[in-house]
Nanobody, 122 residues
Framework: VQLVESGGGLVQPGGSLRLSCAAS????????MGWTRQVPGKELEWVSV???????YYAESVKGRFTISRDNAKNTVYLQMNSLKPEDTAVYCCATQDRATIVVVDQPPDYWGQGTQVTVSS
């Protein structure tokens, strides 16, 4: 399993970023995929998840601001982040679990990428 994220950076509060994750080494189209984020000293948080049938999950803190999507033809999952807040600052990782078709958000990921830093600051 290989997951490679891109798209992070520095953005002002209220701004937008789009993260991308290119996946390989497994049957992407049948896997539930997600994005986690972590701030030093805090627990890892599942921000959003998308199943192969299009079902989506969002953490309460990002509902209405973030949108997850996937392109099975490109083996890629995206996270569109709008109305960013300073508290969204974190390392964001693309991730999945051995369960394959589902993600249990109170369990850690089994596979994750190297992460991309998102910093929201004026």
């Amino acid at each position: 399993v290989q997951l490679v994220e891109s798209g992070g950076g520095l953005v002002q509060p209220g701004g937008s970023l789009r993260l991308s994750c290119a996946a390989s080494g497994f049957t992407f189209s049948s896997h539930a995929m997600g994005w986690t984020r972590q701030v030093p000293g805090k627990e890892l948080e599942w921000v959003s998840v998308i199943y192969s049938d299009g079902f989506t999950y969002y953490a309460e803190s990002v509902k209405g601001r973030f949108t997850i999507s996937r392109d099975n033809a490109k083996n890629t999952v995206y996270l569109q982040m709008n109305s960013l807040k300073p508290e969204d600052t974190a390392v964001y990782c693309c991730a999945t679990q051995d369960r394959a078709t589902i993600v249990v958000v109170d369990q850690p990921p089994d596979y994750w990428g190297q992460g991309t830093q998102v910093t929201v600051s004026s």
